[in-house]
């Protein structure tokens, strides 16, 4: 199990291929008993000096459907490592607090057959019959969330959920209990900060549920059983009068300020039963019928993604074109349609940041059998880095580039002299990959990623080019010979070789492995991670 939250559970599921942890879970795991001590200080006792092993983590600015953002996070390897094992080695307490609470579709499941170190419980395609089960006596649903759910979370309230107030305040200095180390990791992890958990790792899906179980907990403890479910922080109540409803909200409020959490105001509301189990627009997706034949098929796709260009605007907050870019994967594009579908692609991929992943799977798949237009590509690359890289949005800059990577397009000169402006902590790697394979036209400017090569940048935000630019040698160390040899931990990790970033970059994933959780009868897509 730790292994496998070493290896699948690390980076961030939206992230590019060529970021992995799988060499560094392979020597991690099987160097335990070798570690170096400033690897695994404060696991037992008592807490140990604070100017050790404080790390902050990285930060990726991730697009999502419509105009949202989130901030995920790239935790430090050896901060990572210890919360990790921490669960991994109490996973079968963690897994009775967990398995206690039957509200809850989102339960961490340990799967080393999946893409993912932990499964959720039940999948998005079972979340309509669990809906149906809960709605069929009810005539009222409370519908709620979380507000900022993982970065409000509290980390003194993890030990609060495991142990209760009363024993945590009790012992809030014994690291033997397991509710202290989390908070101790946690914190660790993120400069010592006690409000917020990073976004991305299995780990936190883990911590996020031990404390929504407490919720559940307390919240059937002043209701009664509970009709309904809760998927993450999103929870579905269900009721046979209003009143009950209402009361259930004033309940729901209080119990979360147990917790120092609140309920998204704007999202919270009575709704009078019934309504749709389902997102219907996926339905009109399936049902359009994409022809083989040259002429049909060219006509097809035209309508096919009139429809769901359509369908996205009227659904803002729904990932319309990724369900859509599923679809069409499936089908055999033919030669004649071919310059139609790469530009539905190319607008697409400019109009709705967040199918990068289905773009690049089907202009990298196709490329083998059909010519790319490598001047039109390299438009809509390049375009999208001078766009989006003053916005910070990371995640367009870094797939952008990724592609040109992938393809073996350049990036023109006005996109080449504006990545030095980004602040995100995966572009930077990506940029230097890009300028190692001489895909850049103009001058990169490196010289603030320059300054980061140092032995307490190891421990910063921009660990990951700190540690890996080196190991690439794609950067010098700050005055010479290599920083990583003056950290006991980074220099274990240069010693036995460990890479978080893959050159050869395997081939991207099919669409069916991007998007698990598009069920066969409809549903819209989410992170396979459920966050």
């Not at 940029?431 to 320059?450: C, N, P, Q």
Request: hydrophobic share 40%; with cysteine; glycine share 6%.
């Amino acid at each position: 199990m730790l292994k496998d939250l070493l290896a699948k559970g690390f980076f961030f599921a939206e992230a590019p291929q060529c970021f992995t942890t799988k060499s560094y879970a392979k020597t991690v795991s099987s160097n335990l008993a070798t570690l170096p001590a400033e690897f695994l200080p404060g696991l037992t006792g008592k807490k140990k000096d604070k100017s050790q092993n404080i790390a902050s983590f990285g930060r990726h600015n991730l697009a999502r459907v419509g105009n949202l953002r989130r901030t995920v996070g790239v935790p430090n390897p050896v901060n990572f490592f210890n919360v990790a094992k921490i669960i991994a080695d109490d996973w079968p307490v963690i897994q009775t607090i967990l398995s206690k609470n039957n509200f809850s579709t989102s339960s961490p499941v340990p799967d080393s057959a999946y893409t993912r170190a932990m499964k959720t419980k039940s999948p998005l395609r079972d979340r309509p019959q669990i809906k149906l089960d809960a709605r069929a006596l009810g005539r009222y649903a409370l519908v709620t969330d979380v507000q900022q759910f993982y970065p409000s979370i509290y980390t003194h309230s993890i030990p609060w959920a495991i142990h209760g107030k009363a024993i945590a305040k009790a012992k809030r200095n014994d690291m033997a209990l397991l509710g202290n180390k989390l908070d101790h990791w946690t914190q660790y992890g993120q400069d010592s900060q006690t409000r917020g958990i990073p976004i991305g790792p299995d780990t936190s899906l883990v911590i996020a549920e031990i404390v929504l179980a407490a919720v559940d907990t307390k919240l059937e403890a002043e209701l009664g059983k509970l009709n309904g479910h809760r998927a993450i922080d999103d929870y579905e109540l269900v009721f046979a009068k209003y009143s009950e409803a209402e009361h259930a909200m004033a309940v729901f409020q209080g119990v979360l300020d147990e917790f120092e959490l609140k309920p998204h105001e704007a999202k919270t509301k009575i709704i009078e039963l019934p309504t749709s189990l389902d997102d219907l627009w996926p339905l009109e997706l399936q049902k359009f019928d994409i022809r083989s034949s040259s002429r049909g098929q060219r006509a097809d796709l035209m309508g096919f993604f009139n429809l769901a260009f359509d369908l996205g605007s009227k659904n803002p907050t729904k990932s319309v074109l990724k369900y859509a870019l599923a679809k069409t994967s499936a089908e055999g594009i033919s030669s004649a349609s071919w310059p139609i579908y790469q530009n539905l692609l190319l607008h697409s991929f400019l109009s709705e940041p967040g199918v990068a992943p289905f773009v690049l799977s089907e202009l990298e798949g196709y490329s083998a059998v059909y010519p790319l237009d490598i001047d039109r590509i390299s438009e809509a690359i390049s375009q999208t880095i001078v766009t989006h890289t003053p916005l910070r949005h990371g995640s367009e800059v870094a797939w952008a580039i990724w592609m040109a990577i992938r393809l073996d397009i350049k990036i023109k000169k006005i996109a080449t002299e504006m990545l030095h402006l980004s602040t995100d902590t995966l572009v930077p790697l990506l940029a230097l990959h890009a300028r190692a394979k001489k895909l850049l036209i103009g001058t990169l400017d490196v010289s603030y990623w320059e300054s980061l090569m140092t032995t307490n940048e190891l421990w910063g935000q921009h660990w990951l080019l700190s540690y890996e630019a080196r190991i690439k040698k794609w950067l010098p160390s700050v005055g010479g010979g290599n920083h990583l040899d003056a950290d006991p931990c980074f220099k274990f990790l240069k010693d036995k070789k460990v890479s978080f970033y893959d050159v050869t970059g395997s081939a991207i994933k099919p669409l069916t492995m991007i998007a698990p959780t598009l069920s066969a009868t409809g549903g819209s897509f989410v992170p396979v991670n459920g966050y």
